[in-house]
Every structure is written in structure tokens, then in C-alpha cells.
């Protein structure tokens, strides 16, 4: 009787499990992705082949190079991380280079940035012939080449500069300012004219995410309790644009740090006491003019990881818009 009984309760508890099915590896699931997109990656391959090509090879090289010492002329010798040693302990220069830039970065980027978004977003309120005429207003300095040389003529040195003769005639100051050849103005002139230079890309980009926000986003907000512009701007308009804000952002981060041009032209290059000298510059120094190629690469790295670095943190900085 007892073993009757037994029977069926183990019966019993038997019947109430249910089969699992066998896990699929990981590799194989991404196996199967792979044969059910296949026409999407042969699609992509030719992008992914230049792009590893003509920036991931290139970035690995450089970090390559900038273990060794390598003049273009001999053989890379294995250097270890003496150009590193070398760039934080012993290049003075480089340290100025290093808050020059760090202080181009801090300024011109976020105001860029914003200035570039409320433009935008002012912009696109207008009519669209106006809108088309102010857009092209504020994006021409970015794409009419060495216009910034006006700003040569509006700080030249003597009393026929523009800025120096309206100080002289209101009695500001008795004799005109060497503007270039003082350290104390060169790097906020730089800054000045790096910012109007900058409603360039990232301002187009805006302009053409703020065009692509859905309509009828902003009567669905009306009814879920928003009362005002701001409230619409944080919660349907932003949040709708950000593959834009992160484009922008990439930009805006790039040009702060690789502010070089707008510096030698109108500071010298050098300038003076390296008041207008940037990284990039520091790198153009050594790896153009004095071709010490890993030495330079170890500059480049640097400016690599500071950009890199910059860019995670706009990226988690954006994932909070709209919460």
C-alpha cells in the first residue's frame, strides 16, 4: 500500500514540471543575427572598410609610433613611454599649450554650442525666404576661408586700426595697443574670433533637426499638461533632436580643441610668450617643422584622449535631456 501510494505522488509532482528548452550560446545567437542581416552588413562593409582604413588603423598607429623614437629617417626605436615622461615633465611649453587649450575648450565650446542651438532655434520661427537669408547670414564666416583676416585690421597695431582709433578718439587710451604683441589680449582676441567663426556646422545640423520635429508632438504635450515655450523646448524639442545635439556636439567639441589656424595667423607662430599656443600647434610644431614623429604622436594621443574623453561626457550629459 505504501508503495502504491508513492506512486502516484511522484507521479504527481512529475507532471506539474515543464520542459525547458536547451539556451542558445551566445556566439550562436550572434550567428543567426549575422545570416538574418547579411544583405545589411555587405551593404555596410564598404563604409566599415574606409573607415577602419583612414581612422582606426591610423589611430593605432599613432599610438604605436608614440612608444618609439622615429625622426623619419631612421627606424622607429622602442621609447616606451619616455615620450610621455618627457611631454608632462620636461616640455614647459606643452604645459602652456595644455591650458591654453583647456581654456579654449572650457569657453568657445559650451558657448559655441548654445549659441549655435538658440540661433537655430530662433531662426526657425522666421518665414522660410528670411529663415533661408539669416541662416546664410550666420553661416558664412565658417565657409568664406580666411575672412577671420578682417579681425588683422579691426586690432592692427597702429592708430589706424579700427579698434584702436575709435579707444584713441573717445579718449580711452593716448596711444594704440599692440594687440598680437601682448600677451594679456592675444588669447581673448583668439577666443573672440574662434566663437564667430564657430556657427558653422553644428548650427546647419540644428537648424535641420528643429525642421524634422513631428508636429503634432507639441498639441499632444498641450493635452499632457505643458503650458509654455521652455516646457516645449526640454520635453518634446530637445528630446526629438538629439542624433543632431550629439552630431553638434562632436563638432563644437573638435573645433575648441583643435584650435590652430585662427592662432598662428593672427598671433605668429610662435606667438608671444606661447600666449596663443594651443596643442595642436605644439603638435604642428614637432611634427611638421622638427619631424620628431613619435614625440608627436604622444602629442596627438593626448589630444586624442582629451577629445574622447570630452565626448562621453556630452554623450551622458545628453541622455538626461527631456527626464
Given at each position: 500500500?505504501q508503495q502504491?501510494d508513492?506512486l ?5 509532482g512529475?507532471?506539474?514540471?515543464t520542459?525547458?528548452p536547451?539556451?542558445t550560446?551566445?556566439?550562436?545567437n550572434?550567428?543567426m543575427d549575422?545570416?538574418?542581416?547579411k ?5 555596410i562593409?564598404?563604409y ?5 582604413i583612414f ?5 593605432a ?8 623614437y622615429?625622426?623619419?629617417l631612421?627606424f622607429p ?5 619616455a615620450?610621455y615622461s ?9 604645459l ?7 581654456i579654449?575648450?572650457?569657453i ?10 538658440v540661433?537655430?532655434w530662433l531662426i526657425n520661427e522666421l518665414?522660410p525666404?528670411?529663415?533661408a537669408f539669416?541662416?546664410?547670414i ?6 568664406s576661408?580666411?575672412?577671420y583676416?578682417?579681425?588683422?585690421i579691426?586690432f ?11 579707444l584713441?578718439r573717445?579718449?580711452?587710451?593716448n596711444?594704440?595697443?599692440l ?11 583668439i577666443?573672440?574670433?574662434q566663437?564667430w567663426?564657430?556657427l558653422?556646422t553644428s548650427f546647419?545640423?540644428?537648424?535641420a533637426g528643429?525642421?524634422?520635429v513631428?508636429?503634432t508632438?507639441f ?5 499632457d499638461?505643458i ?5 516645449e ?7 526629438s ?7 553638434g ?5 573638435t ?6 589656424d585662427v592662432?598662428?595667423?593672427l598671433a605668429?607662430f610662435?606667438?608671444?610668450q606661447y600666449?596663443?599656443h594651443?596643442?595642436v600647434t605644439?603638435l604642428?610644431?614637432y611634427?611638421t617643422i622638427?619631424?620628431e614623429?613619435g614625440y ?17 561626457i556630452?554623450?551622458?550629459l545628453l ?5
Amino acid at each position: 500500500m505504501q508503495q502504491s501510494d508513492a506512486l502516484p505522488a511522484k507521479a504527481k509532482g512529475t507532471s506539474h514540471q515543464t520542459a525547458v528548452p536547451p539556451k542558445t550560446g551566445k556566439w550562436k545567437n550572434i550567428m543567426m543575427d549575422l545570416k538574418r542581416d547579411k544583405h545589411l552588413y555587405v551593404l555596410i562593409a564598404p563604409y566599415m572598410l574606409l573607415f577602419f582604413i583612414f581612422t582606426v588603423l591610423p589611430v593605432a598607429i599613432s599610438i604605436l609610433i608614440s612608444l618609439t623614437y622615429f625622426n623619419m629617417l631612421e627606424f622607429p626605436r622602442w621609447a616606451g613611454w619616455a615620450n610621455y615622461s618627457r611631454l608632462f615633465l620636461d616640455d614647459d611649453i606643452f604645459l602652456i599649450a595644455l591650458k591654453n587649450t583647456l581654456i579654449f575648450a572650457v569657453i568657445t565650446g559650451p558657448i559655441s554650442y548654445i549659441a549655435c542651438f538658440v540661433f537655430a532655434w530662433l531662426i526657425n520661427e522666421l518665414r522660410p525666404k528670411v529663415r533661408a537669408f539669416m541662416t546664410l547670414i550666420f553661416y558664412a564666416p565658417s565657409i568664406s576661408g580666411n575672412i577671420y583676416f578682417i579681425w588683422q585690421i579691426m586690432f592692427s597695431g597702429d592708430a589706424y586700426g579700427i579698434v584702436n582709433g575709435f579707444l584713441m578718439r573717445t579718449g580711452f587710451i593716448n596711444e594704440p595697443i599692440l594687440w598680437f604683441q601682448n600677451p594679456k589680449y592675444t588669447l581673448m582676441i583668439i577666443i573672440i574670433v574662434q566663437l564667430w567663426l564657430s556657427l558653422g556646422t553644428s548650427f546647419l545640423a540644428f537648424i535641420a533637426g528643429l525642421q524634422t520635429v513631428d508636429k503634432t508632438l507639441f498639441e499632444a504635450g498641450a493635452v499632457d499638461g505643458i503650458r509654455n515655450r521652455w516646457q516645449e523646448l526640454w520635453y518634446i524639442t530637445l528630446p526629438s533632436m538629439r542624433p543632431q545635439l550629439m552630431f553638434g556636439a562632436v563638432i563644437q567639441i573638435t573645433a575648441s580643441f583643435a584650435v590652430a589656424d585662427v592662432a598662428m595667423n593672427l598671433a605668429g607662430f610662435p606667438s608671444v610668450q606661447y600666449s596663443a599656443h594651443t596643442v595642436v600647434t605644439h603638435l604642428i610644431d614637432y611634427g611638421t617643422i622638427r619631424f620628431e614623429m613619435g614625440y608627436a604622436s604622444a602629442i596627438a594621443t593626448v589630444l586624442f584622449i582629451m577629445m574622447l574623453g570630452s565626448n562621453l561626457i556630452i554623450q551622458k550629459l545628453l541622455r538626461k535631456v527631456g527626464d
